[in-house]
């Protein structure tokens, strides 16, 4: 059965960090590529990063690139998003998914077959 626990969210002051951690069961993490995803209030879910261990390639959007990064753990079954330099539009709930591609279409939601729960990400003084 595939499962995704996500964690990490919470409020932090801009400029600060938070680490997201998305542990996965039911599969293993050479078989697919991670990607994370995030809906701010009244947008559409949008692309943040991509992992493909197999393939040994990240891929980040524009808007998260040099502040975030993203990771895997193989022995853990966990993927990371360490976000730092937060801003208040990095505002949202962030979800982990699986596709079973590598990263080469990371942006296309349509692409990812499981989802996880979400986790509330709010950047506010």
């Known amino acids: 059965q595939v499962q995704f626990v996500e964690s990490g969210g919470g409020l932090v002051q801009p400029g600060g960090s938070l680490r997201l951690s998305c542990e996965v069961s039911?599969?293993?993490?050479?078989?697919?590529?991670i990607g994370w995803f995030r809906r701010a209030p009244g947008k559409e879910r949008e692309g943040v990063s991509c992992i493909s261990i197999s393939a040994r390639s990240t891929h980040y959007a524009d808007s998260v690139k040099g502040r975030f990064t993203i990771s895997g753990d193989n022995a853990k079954n966990t993927v990371y998003l360490q976000m730092n330099a937060l801003k208040p539009e990095d505002t949202a709930v962030y979800f982990c998914?699986?596709?079973?591609?590598?990263?080469?279409?990371?942006?296309?939601?349509?692409?990812?077959?499981?989802w996880g729960q979400g986790t509330q990400v709010t950047v506010s003084s």
């Open positions: 998914a699986r596709t079973p591609e590598t990263c080469s279409k990371w942006t296309d939601k349509n692409e990812y077959d499981y």
């Open positions: 039911g599969f293993t993490l050479d078989n697919y590529a």
